[in-house]
Nanobody
Framework: QVQLVESGGGLVQAGGSLRLSCAASGRTFGNYAMGWFRQAPGKARDFVATISGDGGATYYAESVKGRFTISRGSAKNTVNLQMNSLKPEDTAVYYC????????????????WGQGTQVTVSS
């Protein structure tokens, strides 16, 4: 089975940083667009960021622009999310997402999802 596994979540104070990683297994994701969503309790799952298969195009939600950076990992089946200047409102479960059809599909929720990793930002 295809599986996306997130790591790097945790508890940080406001203004701090975390780096999330996502690794795909089960098939080759080297040419897949990948990205991140997040969902806080009682709220919808929202798009955070995505990156094209070749790493040449990135897109961010306005709420994280300038604070978060998405990048391809050293392995083609990985993606990272560097989160700086974290705010309490960034608290959510963060989900990795991937789709072979490109960033337009990841931006609306692509075919494959990870299980999520909790990010909690204390004030």
């Amino acid at each position: 089975q295809v599986q996306l596994v997130e790591s790097g979540g945790g508890l940080v104070q406001a203004g701090g940083s975390l780096r999330l990683s996502c690794a795909a297994s089960g098939r080759t994701f080297g040419n897949y667009a990948m990205g991140w969503f997040r969902q806080a309790p009682g709220k919808a799952r929202d798009f955070v960021a995505t990156i094209s298969g070749d790493g040449g195009a990135t897109y961010y939600a306005e709420s994280v622009k300038g604070r978060f950076t998405i990048s391809r990992g050293s392995a083609k089946n990985t993606v990272n999310l560097q989160m700086n200047s974290l705010k309490p409102e960034d608290t959510a479960v963060y989900y990795c997402n991937a789709d072979s059809k490109g960033t337009d599909y990841v931006r609306i929720g692509g075919n494959y999802w990870g299980q999520g990793t909790q990010v909690t930002v204390s004030s």
